[in-house]
């Protein structure tokens, strides 16, 4: 069923030859005339990814329904439209963070013309989400300027905001000056196992206990709609400290196509926010989490990219102290392009854990 609002549809309804995510970036298009930004992807490849599997985050978690002028709701989204159940959420039982930031950059991005894109944005988490009701998410119009504009979001629940989140927008503009880092060197995707496929290479150890087999199973089960590829994953029973690093290529689960960049932006958003804040755990073995989330969170949009393309996502944390840790986090194309940074402050109540194998 297309989200409607006062007869206006919004995700036209994807007609025979329109895909599910072309439909919906639309939405993210000022006019039906103007084409899909196919130039900003940078990446003029056609995916090989099997196009009938459009990814849930664009036909459904990400696909929000406007309510009036700068009113959006993520109520038939909030539960998946194919399964009927609500979206991936994190054990913690709160909203998973990236999904209200990603949908509150959608938001936003409905507000401002075709022609400018997502550079930045910075949240503040300020109550847990509610995954059981829907999150509506208020568009302020602070700025718009000749080459930048600026929008802040409220999402709302029960009357009160869980997360304000400012972004910013700039029309493509060229420059003399441009750096960046080296991409790390790794393994391939094509390397390495899925971290499904590792966990079953886990479940599948004789000498593993019955405690940490209901734990992986339970993970195995989550239908996060991200790709993972961990590189150098910690042998699961070892207990040791850790170098508070980890780097792993991630992508969006399914097709999304070349698409919108401002879409893409939406769903690296969602997709920067998993894994993110344990990298600032992995010095810590010995304490177990009495209660983890995250304060805020903030990306730089630096390069055309494709989120439902393999990207190596490089996290550190620099430091951790009194019951918070930042984590640091960088987005790279395989081609070795630097396409997103991030970075995200969380707060920990830990206690130390009783010293047990986990075999
Ligand atoms: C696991 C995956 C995580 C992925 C990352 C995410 O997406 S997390 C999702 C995105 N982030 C969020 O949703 C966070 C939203 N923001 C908030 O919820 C809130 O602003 C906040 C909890 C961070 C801060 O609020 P407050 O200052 O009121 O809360 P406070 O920090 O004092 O307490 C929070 C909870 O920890 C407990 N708590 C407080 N101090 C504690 C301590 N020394 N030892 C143990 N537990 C403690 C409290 O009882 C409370 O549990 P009770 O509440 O039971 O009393």
Redesign the pocket.
Known sequence: MAASSGGKKLLPEPSKGTSAASAHSSILRKSSSEKPVTEATGSGSKSSRNEDLHSVLVTSVLNLERLDLDLYSNEHSNRCTFTGTHHWV???R?????Q?VGQALVAAAMSVSENIYAHSLHCY?????DPKVPVLYQVDRIRDGKSFSVRSVKAIQHGNP?LICQSSFQRKMESPIHHQFTMPVVPSPNELLTQEELIQKYLRDPALTEKYKVGLTKLLAEEVPIEIKPINPPEYYRRVALESKQHFWVRARGYIGEGNMKLHCCVAAYIS?YSF?RTALLPHFQYKV??????DHSMWFHAPFRSDEWMLYECESPWAGS?RGLVQGRLWKQDGVLAVSCAQE??F?VKPSAAESKL
Request: glycine fraction near 14%; hydrophobic fraction near 50%; aromatic fraction near 14%.
């Open positions: 994190p054990r913690s709160m909203l998973f963070g990236g209200i988490f300020v109550r847990a989400g869980i926010d804040l009495k209660f983890m989330a995250s304060l019951c969380g707060v109540y």
